[in-house]
T-cell receptor, first 113, second 113 residues
Framework: DTEVTQTPKHLVMGMTNKKSLKCEQH?????MYWYKQKAKKPPELMFV???????INESVPSRFSPECPNSSLLNLHLHALQPEDSALYLC????????????FGPGTRLTVL | GENVEQHPSTLSVQEGDSAVIKCTYS??????FPWYKQELGKRPQLIID?????GEKKDQRIAVTLNKTAKHFSLHITETQPEDSAVYFC????????????FGSGTQLTVLP
């Protein structure tokens, strides 16, 4: 399996909702990433997990809470989001030591009303 | 940290013509330069990459050139087709380190039939 999968594909939520985004890979990669991407802009790194431990948090607001329950799964828990958080959320994975070679998932299109 | 600049931001070409997108980087330690193609609503896909020990790399209609002294690299697409229409991102990183990808701002390429 050489794919990164993400669910759901689309998500619409209100500002008081709690939701979660899920990412899964079975390539044996031990580094996983969350990116936020606005239309026609480059992906912005949010979090990096290495060996299931959070290694990088790019000063992301606490309304975004990542979790890496095992080496194949990565979650992003969302709570009290703002309309400006609407974006495409991309997950990626790589081998540790090959962080330059990242494989991206298809993304979750998030709309916050 | 690394800074990657990408030009132009938009590019329109006639089908069959060539397209060139240029990027410059600031950190001389960067040695890995991937290019991603992102179609509307889809994931970024790696289309070609080059390492700093190589000056040029070609894959069918796509080629990338690197000038390490001037710190710039370019994507060349020949015989463009409508399906080449997408946003293209360059990036820079350091292979062999834990350094993350630094993306350029993106180029919207439109191939007119």
């Amino acid at each position: 399996d050489t794919e990164v999968t993400q669910t759901p594909k689309h998500l619409v939520m209100g500002m008081t909702n709690k939701k979660s985004l899920k990412c899964e890979q079975h390539m044996g990669h031990r580094a996983m990433y969350w990116y936020k991407q606005k239309a026609k802009k480059p992906p912005e790194l949010m979090f990096v997990y290495s060996y299931e431990k959070l290694s990088i948090n790019e000063s992301v607001p606490s309304r975004f809470s990542p979790e890496c329950p095992n080496s194949s799964l990565l979650n992003l828990h969302l709570h009290a989001l703002q309309p400006e958080d609407s974006a495409l959320y991309l997950c990626a994975s790589s081998q540790v030591g090959r962080e330059y070679e990242q494989f991206f998932g298809p993304g979750t299109r998030l709309t916050v009303l | 940290g690394e800074n990657v600049e990408q030009h132009p931001s938009t590019l329109s070409v006639q089908e069959g013509d060539s397209a060139v997108i240029k990027c410059t980087y600031s950190d001389s330690a960067s040695n890995y330069f991937p290019w991603y193609k992102q179609e509307l609503g889809k994931r970024p896909q790696l289309i070609i990459d080059i390492r700093s020990n190589v000056g040029e790399k070609k894959d069918q209609r796509i080629a990338v050139t690197l000038n390490k002294t001037a710190k710039h690299f370019s994507l060349h697409i020949t015989e463009t087709q409508p399906e080449d229409s997408a946003v293209y991102f360059c990036a820079a990183s350091t292979a062999g380190s834990a350094r993350q990808l630094t993306f350029g701002s993106g180029t919207q390429l439109t191939v007119l039939p």
